[in-house]
């Protein structure tokens, strides 16, 4: 991941690699059907339609460096938002030296303790994390509808301990963890990826599905096979099914009109992980050249950043293999993390970066917070964020109230952006966790682990 090719990029191009032979099919496990969604919409919801072939794949070449309204609140000049897979905060944090952690859970209303989980992967079979699991998990505010079937028992009330994640402890003790922030949206990836670029699903509460022999795809945007829906919720508060393609304002969008560039680095079309590219369900972005202008290949994120071609604001989603996805090596994902921010701190980009590290979705495993339900699709449970920057505040728990909105919010304040809709609107913008009157963190990369195992 991430490897140099044989011949340089020359500033300002991005090589992509063409997906031949069409889209490669992945089963994706452990996810139910879209079920029936009640509540009422967030405002600014989209609509979805009809779609149109994607363009081809030609080499990229990103927009020219920021200009115009390119002036920050504050001494950030480069939000990076890296964002990985299915864990919550009690299986990953729930031992961490005080924050909100617990080590029993409920199941059913019994207590149960959460035993030692694996920094390796679980197997091949996902723990059910749909939009309808995810209501059972919370149960009305009870937190104890987490065991939903037989990997589900053996898995959900696991949790890891601090040397099965070394770095990510240690950049929580020295920056800043957050033990209040959830997901956007009750359920998995789809409207979760979606609400950290546009701060809505577009009244999707659900991954699309595909009717026929395979229930999913490797991709779930505009160029997802014919036949693959997904479940919204329409302005009247109407359910439809219809094309995973939206038109609805995003992040880059408002970035854009501002002058300020921008890059969502994620899987390629070929490669697993290319599900969570969110911007492949954004038709004004997937199908003209704003594609190859702004989503990059994540293989290329590492030579981008040692380039110092990083624009302002930067999302990173990484491939499967590496996403830390239950089913695939956590030391792995872990590393390739570590990786993404070493390059970063030994980089000229350092001294003005914030990088916010979070986790999609909950993932099925158990977490002990009722999340605020401010709408009719979530807060979703709780997941944690990682702040790190030479301006975090050191050694700090953030127990304020967050969720995906929230870091779009900072970069909305930080450059003087309107916000998209009430979610961002209304959420918190981060800034309370940092200390901007000083830089106090030098660079900390960090050794990669070398005891990982398959």
Known sequence: MGSDRDT???????????????????????????????????????AAGSTSPAPPATSRVPSAPAGGRATTRWPIEHVVFLIKENR??????????????????????VRRPLTPG???GIGSEDIPHCYTCSLAAWNHGKMDGFNQGAVSDRWAYTQLHGAQLPNYW?????????????????????????????????????????????????????????????????SEGHEKKVQPCFDFLTEGDILTKAGIDWAYYAAEPDQLGYIWSAYSAI???????????????????????????????????PRYEVSEHPQYNFCLGENWSTRVIDAIMRSPMWKNT????????????????????????GLGI????????????????????????????????????????????????????????KRSHPPDPLPLRTDCFA
Do not use: M
């Open 8 to 46: 340089p990029r020359t500033t300002g191009e991005v090589r992509r690699r063409i997906a031949a032979g069409g889209i490669a099919l992945a089963l994706l496990a452990g996810a139910c059907d879209a079920e029936p969604a009640t509540g009422r919409r967030p405002s600014g919801s989209g």
């Open 88 to 109: 919550t905060f009690d299986n990953l944090f729930g031992t961490f030296p005080g924050a909100n952690g617990v080590t029993v859970g409920y199941d059913r209303g």
């Open 118 to 120: 694996t920094d390796g």
């Open 170 to 234: 240690h950049w929580a003790h020295e920056f800043v963890l957050a033990d209040n922030f959830f997901s956007s949206a009750q359920g998995p990836s789809f409207p979760n990826h979606l609400y950290s670029i546009s701060a809505q699903s577009g009244g999707a509460h659900d991954n699309p599905r595909r009717t026929g022999p395979f229930r999913s795809s490797n991709t779930f945007g505009c160029d997802a096979p014919k036949g693959q829906t997904v479940t919204i919720v329409d």
């Open 283 to 317: 038709r004004h972005i997937r199908e003209t050249r704003q594609w190859s202008q702004h989503v990059l290949a994540v293989d290329d994120v590492l030579r981008d950043i040692r380039d110092d071609l990083l624009p302002p604001v930067t999302w990173i989603t």
């Open 354 to 377: 914030a990088i916010f590290v979070t986790w999609d979705d909950y993932g099925g495993f158990y977490d002990h917070v009722p999340p605020p339900q401010v709408d009719g699709f």
């Open 382 to 437: 709780r997941v944690p964020l990682l702040v790190i920057s030479p301006y975090a505040k050191s050694g700090v728990i953030d127990h304020q109230i967050g969720e995906f909105s929230s870091v779009l919010r900072f970069i909305e304040t930080n450059w003087g952006l309107s916000p998209l809709t009430d979610r961002d609107g209304e959420a918190t913008d981060l800034s309370y966790d940092f200390d901007f009157t």
